[in-house]
């Protein structure tokens, strides 16, 4: 067997007895700043190791989400009112999906961006209306001439009024006319204005009126006692989107009067003229604007985002129509959760910088000046982020974009577009940690290296005391 005594040969800490060792104050002086300097070490280095570190690379697009992108908006036009606004998407590849609805919600706004109801829902855009027959067939214009003079006398007057609001260069308005001025007279022959007065049938010509309407023709139902919209004095309306043909005209106009009592009516018209002092004159109607969210899924190729006015039997005046735009929200992908924003925030300043970089802009025009028949662009070049999380190999995905806007002239009706591009790069964010085993040996040098450093200088710092003993003394060295 091998004895202690070899054993203990190979110890490398061999032992100098209390008593033959001496203590100094410069010794004491430096173990305190040794022991110091250690303590103070150790926080850096556990620091540095709790610290997360991150290394930034571009590869190519490597996407793991499918091949469709979502875009999600909340975009308010002051301007557009929503009974025309069309959501429209195209790409290189030749998609073209108008006027998208089932993921889109509109909500009718008044000057100040606030909404004046609920969600609204309209049948206009996009729909076929039956017309009648095109014929050169003579008839009577029996619709009254309406003018901004006359215009509160007509619904101060009458339980139901529905005005028919055309431009003469317009074709849908010429298409109408006919069928409109039939029903007319047919509406007058039931219900003779004098006698009955319940209902009658207008126009009102849109180049000769001062207005507010976007699209040609626009029918729309005004109920005498309804008539005012909030402080602004605004006539209220309803707007008719059924068909255009004679008998459809007729038959809507029956079902507006049918709930009506006649001596009700009589009644109301005695009074007409004591009611009548006690309004002012008021301007014809004024359509709202029309706030626009929700989101459309796209392609992953150049594309375009379209917001305009478009309808299958109206006509629009591109020098009237104003794309003014406010953008509260605008990003692509899916959104982050704000529990997983939370989760990442030592990679906070890698991600979410500029994935909403056009929220809360405005971009106005004004058709009265130089900027009429303008269309608003936006070029987005979009760039997709990911990060991985080495603690639960969590992968983070979001796509951030660069925005440049301008207005530009357009022959045709105003539009707001906004062309995307994907990169077909993307950044790819990866988490580095130190591993336990490299803390610790950083550790351990840290201890030996400020242990061995201290022994050093209390060696040469004893040395040099010593040495000036002695030279003090006189002694020969």
Known sequence: MVS????????????IPRDLTEASLSGAGLSIIAALSMMFLFGMELSNYLTVSTSTSVIVDQSSDGDFLRIEFNISFPALSCEFASVDVSDVLGTNRLNITKTIRKYSIDPNLKPTGTEFHSGSVGKIVKHGDETDEEYSEDSVSLTAQNFDKYSHQHAILVVNFFAPWCYWSARLKPSWEKAAKIIKERYDPEMDGRIVMAKVDCTEEGHHIQGYPSIRIFRKGSDLRDEHGHHDHESYYGDRDTDSLVTTMETLVAPIPLESQRLASENKSNNMSDHVKRPA???????????????????????????????????????????SHLSFGRKIAPRVMSDMKRVLPYIGGSHDRLNGQAYISNPGDSNANVTIEHYLQVVKTEVMTTRDHKLVEEYEYTAHSSLVQSLHIPVAKFHFELSPMQVLVTENRKSFWHFITNVCAIIGGVFTVAGILDSVLHNTMRLMKKVELGKNF
């Open 4 to 15: 202690t005594t070899k054993i203990k040969s190979v110890d490398f800490y061999r032992k």
């Open 285 to 327: 109607p004024k359509s709202g604007g029309c706030r626009i969210e929700g989101f459309v899924l796209v392609k992953k190729v150049p594309g375009n985002l379209i917001i305009s006015a478009r309808s299958g039997s109206h006509s629009f005046d591109p020098s009237q129509m104003n794309m003014s735009h406010v953008i």
